[in-house]
Every structure is written in C-alpha cells, then in structure tokens.
C-alpha cells in the first residue's frame, strides 16, 4: 500500500519533499503523520469492509491524496473524480459522498460536506499513534473508475487491490522513479504520481505559473499527460526555453502522432515515451523510438485474432487481445457489455494491430475507426500525422463515408486552415504520395472534436461530414 512506501520514508527521510503545492514544501514526514490523523478521523463515518465512497475536492491535491490513501487503509473504495462526472444518477451507487457543495438528489444514501474549516481542523489535531487496521488481501476492491468514453458511454471499473499494485509496480519499474525524480501530472492517471511517491519522489503542482517556468524552476524530471495536452504545452513554450538536461514525458490516453513525438523530443524531453494501454487490461506496450511499433510491456500476452478468434500469424492485420497479470474480469453492472469484450480471460481491446514478434506490437487504429478503401485497410492516425505536417491548419481529422454507389472515400476534415480549398489539396497531394486512397474529400469545421484524453471522436467526424454534404472534389489517385 502507498501509506506503507510513505511510512518508510518518513522514517528514513523525513525531511524529504513529498509535495511542491504553489511552492509550498510538505516533507513525507508530515504526510506521514496527516495521513494517520485522517484515517482516525475517517473511522467516525463507521463505514464496513468494502463501502463506496465518492470525492470530489477539486484542486485541494493534498487533501485528495490524505482521503484516497486513509480511505485504502481502512478497505473502503473510492471513486475521487466526483466533480467530472456528469451521470446525476451515478452517485446513488456510493455508501457515502464527500464533496465540497451539497449535493441536490434525493439519490444520494449518505452525504458529507466537506469545509475547509473542517479540512484545517484534522490537520491542526494532535498526532495520531498508530491503529489496527483491517487485514487487506489483493482481491480486496480499492477504486472505482471508468473507461474513456471513445466507443460510446463510459463504463465503470472496479480495480482490486491486486490490480492496483500490478499497475503501480509497473509504471515505477517503466518510469524509473527514484528519490530525485521531480514528477509533473497533467493526465489524472493515478499510476504515475504513485510511483513517484513510493519511490520517494516528489510530486509538483502549481497553477500560479505557466507550465513551462514550472518545469524550468522545479526541476522537473517527469510529466504524465494526454498527446492533446503534449500539443497545448508545446504550443506555449517560449522560444528561450532551455531544455531539461534529463526529462521523461509519459504520454498515454491516445496515440501520439510520430510528429509530435520528434518535436517534443527537439524541444522538451530527454525521453518520449509513448504507452498504449487501457483502464480494462492495464499498460500493454509503448514506443520509445521513431517508430510505430511498441515494445510489449512484461506480463502481457498479446495475440492478434480473425473474425472467429483464431490467431493470425505474424505480420498480418487482426483484432488485438490482450491478458495482464493486471486487468480486471469485467464491467460493473454491465454483463452485455461483459459478455462483448472479455472473453476466455482474454480483454478484446477493439483495436486492430499487427505482430512483428511476440514483444512488438503496432497499433493501427480502433476497429472501427480504421479506413477500408477498396479493401485497403489505411490508419487514420498515419494519414492525420501526415496531413498536420504538411498543411498549414490548426488540427485534421480523417474519416471515410459511402458515396451514392456505396463506395468508402476518404474525407480529410481541417480547423483553423487559412488556405483555401484548392491549394489545401495540392498540398494534400504529396502527403498522401503512395497511399491507395481514391477520391479525397475536404471538410472545413470550427473543430475537431475530441476526447478528454485527445482522441478524435471519429463518429462524430463522420456525422459532421454527411450533415454537411461534403463537396466531391475531382483529385483522383489510382489504388495502388
């Protein structure tokens, strides 16, 4: 458990920096001890073995790190992205509710409005000595939390403790975290930051400077963070910015553009590493390189499969499933979708890929997202990389519709362009050089919509380009 990594470095460093909140020190030695004062004070909620509790503390970071890990000592579950969600209903699933506004929903079984008053005073009480604690086993739940959302609603997870050490073990080992690591969250992935802590790390926060001087002023060795929030921050680095001497960006949440990982490699890191995983399964594999195939992490069996689930050999195009020593068995209340995505105790991660070896794997695209233009099967991921760097537009998304014969063709859909459309495609033209796409279509929106994590939200793309009646340009290539 996290609180026993801390425990040792309280005793062995407690002078050593946990957190920088705002360029506000707290020594492990204090986390230490704030951690046992919350665990008395949580006691008082008398909640059994295994209750749900939801959080929602908004940036108060410290306070939801001192919740999370009391709350994971005494065996209750927590869900602490509270103020995210956007499912009034869902807060009906929890024993009880920790939030700084009250909730108005007669759902809600139990309620507790948390003040800073009240926040202030547990801190401000004397040391706790230690307690007995429940006897904790690796299929004991600790979180709850939920898909992306990429194919449609989010679905809810139960991570067991097993789960959650297997995914912590694994980012510590990945990340190589040390006691000097300074480590910067920009994603709300909970594994990065907790290898950092029990390694002995420390963790920095600021929202009163601009990233780029946190990085430069902080030290910063490490940054978690989606490929769209990878793109905000190079966008605002200064043109003096000196780059770290040594500085490992751990991207995950979509795939990141080979174009974006070269300038992130120029400009901001030592280390681009790019991890490809789920919330079902776990990290499956990641590229270091400039390249698009990953490295298959340890623990994990991969196979790609046919329509009937039979492994394909070697080198050809399939549905990727995956087994981990760190996934979980299924959807909470959910046996269709259940039943849909985990089979055999394989997780069918909706994606296809190709297998050079048993340890490299590349991702071509969601299932369902992927081009299939006269039987050739094309990675939208590829073509928008492409485009984005020749085109001078903001962002680009690619997607594919029938045409009135029920033909798939191509649609490039750009924002923020300032070319007109003419010349947007005698640019287009070399960037896909080679490409077997047929007749191309060009869609210009306000934006292209994505995720969360950054995503392009395909479906979308193609509603917005039937609802606008995509004009058919005459910019033929021959299928090769």
């Avoid at 963790?203 to 780029?212: G, K, R, S, T």
């Avoid at 985990?342 to 297998?355: H, M, N, P, S, T």
Wanted: hydrophobic share 40%; proline share 5%; net charge neutral.
């Amino acid at each position: 458990m996290t609180a026993e990594y801390v425990a040792f470095h309280a005793a062995a460093r407690p002078n050593a920096v946990a957190f920088i909140i705002n360029g506000r020190e707290i020594s492990y030695g204090k986390f230490a001890r704030d951690i046992q004062k919350v665990t008395w004070a949580l006691r008082e909620f008398e909640l059994p073995r295994g209750a749900k509790v939801a959080i929602g503390l908004g940036d108060k970071i410290y306070f939801r790190w001192l919740l999370r890990l009391a709350f994971e000592r005494l065996c209750v579950v927590t869900f602490d992205r509270l103020e995210n969600l956007t499912s009034p209903g869902f807060v009906g699933d929890f024993d009880l509710v920790l939030t700084q506004q009250k909730i108005d929903a007669e759902i809600v079984k139990r309620q507790f409005q948390i003040t800073p008053e009240w926040l202030n005073a547990l801190l401000a009480g004397p040391d706790r000595n230690e307690q007995p604690l429940p006897i904790q086993g690796p299929d004991d739940p600790v979180r709850v939390l939920f898909t992306s959302g990429t194919t449609g609603t989010p679905k809810k997870l139960l991570y067991s403790r097993r789960v959650h050490e297997g995914s912590v073990r694994a980012m510590m080992w990945f990340g190589n975290f040390t006691r000097e690591s300074r480590h910067m969250d920009m994603s709300g992935v909970v594994a990065p930051p907790t290898a950092c802590i029990r390694a002995g790390g420390t963790l920095v926060f600021d929202n009163q400077m601009m990233v780029p001087e946190v990085i430069a002023s902080r030290f910063i060795t490490h940054i978690s963070l989606s490929p769209i929030k990878l793109r905000q921050l190079l966008d605002i680095l200064p043109n003096v910015f000196a780059k770290p001497a040594a500085m490992k960006i751990l991207s995950s949440g979509a795939a990141l553009s080979r174009g974006l990982r070269r300038q992130a490699d120029v400009r901001l890191a030592t280390e681009v590493r790019d991890t490809y995983g789920s919330n079902e399964a776990g990290y499956v594999s990641s590229i270091s390189d400039d390249t698009e195939w990953g490295a298959v992490w340890p623990g994990v069996q991969i196979e790609i499969v046919d329509e009937r689930h039979k492994p394909i050999p070697f080198g050809e195009v399939g549905q990727i499933r995956v087994k981990t020593d760190r996934m979980v068995q299924g959807y909470l209340d959910d046996p269709e979708a259940t039943g849909r995505i985990f089979k055999d105790g394989w997780f069918y991660a909706r994606d296809l890929g190709i297998l050079q070896s048993s340890h490299r794997l590349q991702v071509i695209g969601r299932s369902d997202d992927v081009l299939n233009i006269s039987g050739h099967k094309i990675s939208p991921h590829e073509v928008e990389d492409w485009l984005i760097k020749f085109l001078d537009v903001g962002d680009a998304g690619v997607c594919s519709i029938h045409n009135a014969d029920g033909i798939e063709e191509i649609v490039i859909v750009v924002s923020g362009a300032r070319a007109g459309e003419q010349e947007l495609l005698e640019r287009i033209e070399p960037a896909l050089n080679g490409l077997p796409v047929g007749k191309i279509n060009i869609l210009k929106v306000d934006r292209i919509p994505r995720n969360a994590n950054g995503k392009i939200q395909r479906n979308l793309l193609k509603d917005a380009a039937a609802a606008n009646s995509v004009r058919r340009h005459l910019f033929q290539r021959t299928l090769a």
